[in-house]
């Protein structure tokens, strides 16, 4: 029992590191206060990852309106016909092939929660998905594929269906960035940060709580009939779904990638757009610093007017106030070079002291 609350301590403060990491992409001064609103109205009022990127979205515009000192910003910003002229020079021989773009749509569909972790979540698996991509643009240039892998490795995670036009877009902006468009990592890490929170409350209500559900039950009443043909039309028929909307997903993501980021290359609004992703992407961090670190202190103390539970006084300082110590903690060190690996080790060493004293659980 003590190993498994040790274990289990551990796996509620590793959360902390992949969103420290994420963090440290993501990170500007001016940015922190969107931070703080997630934080707050996840915390305080409850809300999850889709309502807060929703409010972060409009953040994130108004941001980008008024930092640009331009409120008519997004006027031109329609997505009906690619320009000619990108209003930036760049080098279009680099074009991701059909076949390239199937493989990485088929690694991700199948593969995207391979290596599923605390620290990263879907890191691993967006990564791999992403090496087909990476290979085609960048032949032997190995430092450029390393750069691209290392990219894609921060924390990530959404619904594995719908969440497929993310790397769909992803793949759209790495091939204008091997053509020598101005994207940098700033802007496919808060782009990718911004939208898994919309995807996932999209995919998590379509697919776990609609199709799974009818598809179960069809199932489930042919089974109770003695009929074999229950589980195998679930396997078949959830898998025609499942793929059948994560191409369409990958597909319409990689086209209007590229049709969007044609349009913002011409329209000169890749900094202020980098800038609102980023305001949206704080929001929705802010919001899972309270939602996946869940650490609890379970002390009580017992006077002669009555029991004082600690959490109860921490919660009247600041709701989720220790998953926002261990994550501002976490960042610290990170933003001073330690290495993760450390940060992993010390964090078991604090499970296993805090566990065993029942300080944290």
Not at 26 to 32: D, E, F, Q, T
Not at 66 to 81: A, M, Q, R
Not at 208 to 226: D, H
Request: proline share 4%; hydrophobic share 50%; charged share 15%.
């Amino acid at each position: 029992q003590q190993v498994i609350s040790i274990l289990s301590l551990a796996g509620h403060l590793i959360p902390a590191l992949g969103l420290a990491m994420l963090m440290g992409v993501l990170y500007k001064a001016s940015l922190v206060p969107f931070f703080a609103v997630g934080f707050v109205l996840s915390s305080y009022l409850g809300l999850g990852t889709m309502p807060v990127a929703i409010i972060g979205a409009a953040a994130g515009i108004l941001h980008l309106i008024y930092t640009s000192g331009d409120t008519s910003v997004l006027e031109n910003l329609s997505f009906d016909e690619i320009p000619e002229d990108r209003g930036e020079k760049c080098d279009t021989s680099k074009k991701l092939s059909k076949k390239t773009l199937r493989r990485s749509w088929f690694a991700w569909q199948c593969w995207g929660q391979i290596c599923y972790n605390y620290e990263r979540m879907m890191g691993l698996g967006f990564c791999h998905c992403m090496i087909p991509v990476l290979e085609e643009l960048y032949g032997g240039d190995k430092e450029a594929i390393a750069a691209g892998l290392k990219r894609h490795l921060a924390y990530f995670n959404t619904e594995n269906t719908w969440g497929s036009i993310i790397p769909g877009i992803t793949a759209a902006m790495e091939e204008e960035r091997a053509n020598g468009a101005a994207i940098d990592d700033d802007m496919e890490n808060n782009l990718k940060t911004a939208l898994m929170g919309p995807m996932a409350g999209i995919g998590d209500s379509v697919t776990q709580s609609l199709v799974k559900v009818v598809l179960l039950s069809i199932a489930i009443g042919l089974a109770s009939q003695g009929s074999a043909l229950g589980p195998i039309l679930l396997v078949v028929l959830f898998s025609i779904y499942a793929l059948g909307v994560g191409y369409f997903c990958y597909f319409s993501g990689y086209r209007f990638g590229k049709n969007a980021v044609t349009k913002l290359l011409s329209g000169g609004l890749v900094k202020q757009l980098t800038e609102g992703l980023g305001a949206m992407g704080m929001m929705v961090i802010g919001c899972l610093v309270a939602t996946v670190i869940p650490i609890k202190c379970p002390l009580t103390f017992t006077l002669a007017t009555g029991v004082i539970e600690m959490q109860t006084i921490l919660d009247t300082i600041l709701p989720k106030f220790l998953p926002l110590v261990a994550f501002l903690l976490t960042y610290v060190a990170i933003r001073k070079g330690v290495k993760p690996t450390i940060v992993i080790a010390v964090m078991f060493v604090v499970a296993i002291a805090l566990s065993l004293t029942g300080v944290l659980l």
